[in-house]
């Protein structure tokens, strides 16, 4: 029997020496692997705080050899992690932990309490049992997670070319999880999407695995937590491939902080078995368009990025994403026809709506278009006018913030100094 590491003996208590209770901590705990259909499904049950939930990963049943133990609690950890830090409540797990997994899951609490200490909290972890996955014979390859949208697109498609140099990574599979931004009970949508990625796949020999998962169930922000319910997912295949591949939304010099995946917290979610990794961040979502469009174009006119259509499964056009990204074909003269319902206009980009974060992808955009395209181009003049409108109402909005704050406080001390002021004049 191996010794247990030094740094692990205080595990399975908190550091006041105080055992697991209902009072300080959360709970999760294993079930039987169970098997529906040509499905098996593994289960947690996560009790304490304000939950009681039985969470649970469905795997398609050709995937059993290569499944975690039923009491393997990696992906259940990283599930309910954020949730725990948010109600200070220590995390017990009634089952086997990696070491590996928790050197980094210890730094990447310092991360969120660092960037949100009002709504994060260190917390401890403690476990039944330590011990790493035991990798199978020939494991190697890479898991990458797939949507079928942009950046999960040009990861697989620029390391399967061989275009990433010596980070070049061979892409073996992958992993579509049902249940993050399409609804579990969206059935429909769900098989229409995994058709449009197989698609997108069909000549390369990647195999695609869905996973459905009910893990957002658990009370935590989701753009916060969704990197770590994809990390979840893609630890169920830690003893089958060397690497977990995370398409970054953002370039290195776009990045937006707090987020729930990042270049600094994406490799954090890794074991001694499965090394996760956020890739390509030294592009923008302009470049990565434009190399789709000369390396795999017919896989890139099947690209599904809308998540606020009423058909999922297809582009709206008429969203904030689909506007960007039918921006992003515009720049790099690729047509939009195929892959969007609708056409690009002068009046679905001029009177686009878009967040601070998302303001910074049309400063891209407009950045892109000044060199490529005419200042006359009718489309440039009308991203232009979006940039400026949206900059203005930003500030606007920021100022309004500051300014009724101490409005308030004025006309409270106002009305709190009328009555002194009659009795003065009596
Ligand atoms: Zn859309």
Redesign the pocket.
Known sequence: MPQEPQSLRHFGRSPKGIEPSPRTHLFLRPRELSRQDSSSILRWDLDGGDVNHSLYWTVPSEFDQILPDADRADHALCAALLYAMSCKKHVHCEGVLSPSLLEGLEELQSVWAKWCPQKYSRIQISAERYSDVEKRTGAAGTLVAFSGGVDSLFSTFRHRTGEAGFGTKSIEAALMVHGMDIPLQDQGTFAAALERSRKQLEKTGISLIPVATNARLVPQLWEDAFGLILGSCLLMFQKRYQYAMNGSEEAYDQLCIPWGATPITTPLVSTSSMRSIEDGGGFNRTEKVGWLGNHCREALFHVR?????KQLYK?????E??IRTMLNFWVNDLPCDQTFDGDLSVAIVRDVRVSLVQLAFLRELEAAATHKKGRRDPIFRALRSAVRKNSFRMRWEALREKISPSNSVLLKTAVRAVPKFRESFR
């Not at 990025?305 to 259509?309: E, L, R, T, Y």
């Open positions: 990025v809308c998540w606020a259509g582009n709206c056009g008429k969203c994403k689909c």
